[in-house]
């Protein structure tokens, strides 16, 4: 289950599943609804996912790690879902050029224990980003 705590409270801002009794604080800048779905296992969770509204950055912590940093445009443009990467030939089709500088994360919602799905400010919601994914993209520093 994902809890979100309230205005001001000093608890963690939410809590997530994690495989093997871990537990997944996710903060964000604000209220942002957060979801679970699905009962997946995974191998390698994040330990801590912040979205920096302001800075337009995700910082996704994995234990014992410095905190990767994504720009929320970057994770727009790397989406591998079907509308964005023809899935016969793996060729991309979301032409990156019309994703907006100043897009931002509306939702997020944990997909079983080894994912993150987003919805952007572009309406984009189909994506799925495994941990694993996450990982493999580019830190920003």
């Known amino acids: 289950m994902v809890a979100l705590a309230p205005p001001g409270s000093c608890e963690p801002p939410l809590l997530g599943p994690a495989?093997?009794?871990?537990?997944?604080r996710?903060?964000?800048?604000?209220?942002?609804?957060i979801s679970a779905m699905g009962e997946t296992m995974m191998r390698d969770a994040p330990t801590d996912i912040r979205l920096?509204?302001?800075d337009r950055i995700l910082e996704v912590t994995w234990s014992h790690q410095e905190p990767r940093r994504?720009?929320?445009r970057q994770l727009r443009c790397a989406c591998a879902c079907a509308a964005c990467v023809d899935e016969m030939t793996g060729v991309?089709?979301?032409?990156?050029?019309?994703v907006p500088e100043d897009i931002a994360i509306t939702d997020m919602q944990l997909v079983g224990n080894y994912a993150v799905k987003?919805?952007?400010?572009d309406?984009?919601?189909?994506g799925i980003?495994?941990?694993d994914r996450l990982y493999e993209l580019k830190n920003v520093t």
Not at 19 to 24: D, E, H, N, T
Not at 118 to 121: E, K, L, P, T
């Open 70 to 72: 994504f720009r929320i």
């Open 19 to 24: 495989p093997r009794g871990r537990v997944i």
């Open 123 to 126: 309406g984009h919601n189909t």
């Open 92 to 98: 991309r089709t979301l032409d990156v050029d019309t």
């Open 129 to 131: 980003y495994s941990w």
């Open 52 to 54: 920096r509204r302001a």
């Open 118 to 121: 987003f919805v952007f400010s």
């Open 26 to 33: 996710i903060a964000v800048d604000g209220p942002l609804p």
